[in-house]
């Protein structure tokens, strides 16, 4: 037993015998309790220097304006709102501000088809020139740069999408509605999204929607370093990301095999990182769709094993991705994983669901068996005391994406999200955006207001945000040297951000 617990067991021993022992006051045993349990919080036990107290104290005005507000009235609470009724308010909010400017460390569970905002794929990818598009069985539009409308499911003809642009009343308007198709973003999502199969349809269709755009090679070019370049306009330094390495095609119509777009990865975090020295790359985590037929999950099996063999310090580890309570449970694919090399590190999406003791919320207890590295979600893991324990044991951090469980259909005020729980226990969690371009933001910080907000309690500020932040770089994969240089990096970063608040440039 910590002496942390012997601390918090002693102040309620002391309150439960307050009325006969007398020794102490009702208000010393209060409070005695109220600050152990605050150092059990992440970030409890952090040490804060002088400058870092007097930014803290800036942010905590921020930060008790907005509650203040939100506590006497609802409606402007963002913390407890949907974030698609709250949007407007969380753009104009200091501690918004102040957490863009904040260093964020890394970002450990992205997928990079959905990593991109939408308003740059308006701007950008939807101009490129010979963009198509057409509509499947399911009246969902796909996009293309080639003419294969029957792999991909179209029932209708090709139309440029310049020539609907041109034809359109109003160019603008054409982009706004185009964006919608790669956007979840609805000012009533209530009504838009009644059940949670609503939103996860949409979802999944966007996916289709772009899937080809983003294998045309001079669009995947494009999007990749905008995904690096968003990342680092929010002050994150380092990501480690779900991908698959599907084959390219050109104008030409010529392949280009999973190993060359690998290679055009590397080449592009190569040329990016020597233009911006403090970004420390990405490394990838191969990631198959849970749904697809055994056949081509085996394929992909085969892939990993492939790509991770030839570079294993890039292509890190193996996860399984798509809506877990409309897949294939972990446990059908236990003989195989436990077949992957040694090397390879799990990091596996689990606990994603509101069910308990149903086969996705399993996930939970497969994955730890199968020693997964990290855990994607962990939404359910709450419900599941052996299995908390077991993860803070073994230092399992959970992947927590606030926004995404919200927009998910998981938990409608943040506010009772399952975070809080790990927060209020410091269990290995870090900050995550799964799929930020998909519902309109950019980098880390939505989801880092969010878990300030909304996830942790009122009265806690910047330590709980560095510990937040730390744990980023503490559960990466880096190796021991890219974890020094990264920790190196982050404190003079935090000290420079720490120094830019106190002179009022924040
Ligand atoms: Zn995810």
Redesign the pocket.
């Known amino acids: 037993m910590t002496a942390t617990y012997l601390l918090v067991l002693t102040c309620i021993l002391q309150i439960l015998s307050y009325a006969d022992s007398g020794f102490v006051s009702f208000e010393e045993a209060r409070n005695a309790v109220i600050q152990a349990e605050d150092l059990l919080i992440t970030g409890g036990r952090i040490h804060l220097n002088d400058k870092e107290d007097r930014a803290n104290d800036i942010f905590m005005r921020y930060k008790m304006d907005e509650l203040g507000a939100g506590f006497y009235d609802s409606d402007v609470n963002a913390a407890s709102l949907h974030f698609f009724k709250g949007k407007k308010l969380v753009e104009k909010s200091k501690v918004l501000k102040f957490l863009k400017r904040m260093p964020k460390g890394a970002i450990l ?1 992205l ?1 990079n088809t959905a990593s991109v905002s939408s308003e740059w794929m308006v701007r950008n990818i939807s101009y490129m020139p010979g963009m198509l598009r057409c509509t499947n069985i399911f009246g969902v539009s796909i996009l293309s740069f080639r003419r294969t409308a029957r792999d991909h499911g179209c029932v209708t003809q090709y139309v440029r999408v310049s020539d609907e642009r041109v034809r359109s009343v109003n160019p603008a308007a054409y982009d706004r509605s185009f964006e919608k198709l790669i956007n979840l973003y609805t000012p009533t999502p209530e009504i838009d999204y009644p059940t949670i199969k609503h939103v996860w349809n949409k979802f999944q269709n966007m996916f289709s929607t772009i899937n080809d755009v983003l294998r045309y090679l001079p669009a995947f070019r494009a999007y990749t370093w905008r995904m690096l370049e968003e990342m680092y306009e929010d002050n994150v330094m380092y990501a480690e990301v779900r991908m698959d390495f599907k084959e390219l095609y050109d104008y030409s119509g010529r392949l280009f095999s999973p190993e060359r777009s690998l290679r055009e990865v590397l080449s592009i975090v190569e040329d990016f990182r020597r233009a911006h020295p403090n970004f420390m790359g990405i490394k990838a985590i191969f990631s198959t769709h849970r749904n697809v037929e055994r056949t081509r999950v085996f394929e992909n099996f085969e892939m990993f094993k492939s790509l991770h063999k030839d570079n294993p310090n890039f292509v890190i580890g193996f996860d399984l ?1 798509g809506q877990e309570d409309r897949g294939k449970p972990l446990h059908n694919f236990v003989a195989e994983l436990a077949e992957l090399p040694r090397s390879a590190k799990f990091f596996f ?1 689990a606990g994603e669901t509101n069910w308990y003791g149903a086969s996705t919320d399993f996930n939970l207890l497969d994955a730890l068996l199968l020693n997964t590295t990290r855990i ?1 979600h962990g939404f359910a893991l709450m419900k599941h005391p052996l299995l908390w324990n077991a993860v803070k044991k073994r230092n399992v951090a959970i992947e927590v994406s606030p926004l995404s469980n919200q927009i998910l259909h998981l938990v409608a005020d943040l506010r009772n999200h399952p975070g809080s729980f790990y927060i209020s226990q410091d269990l290995p969690m870090v900050i995550c955006n ?1 799929d930020p371009g998909f519902w309109g933001t950019k980098g880390l910080s939505y989801d880092f207001y969010y878990a300030i907000m909304s996830l942790a309690p009122n009265h806690m500020g910047l330590k709980t945000l560095k510990g937040l932040v730390w744990n980023s770089i503490r559960f990466s994969v880096l190796t021991a040297r890219e974890r020094e240089y990264a920790f190196a990096t982050l404190e003079r970063a935090w000290d420079q951000f720490i120094s830019d608040v106190l002179q009022g440039i924040v």
């Open positions: 569970h997928h991705v999406h994607g799964d």
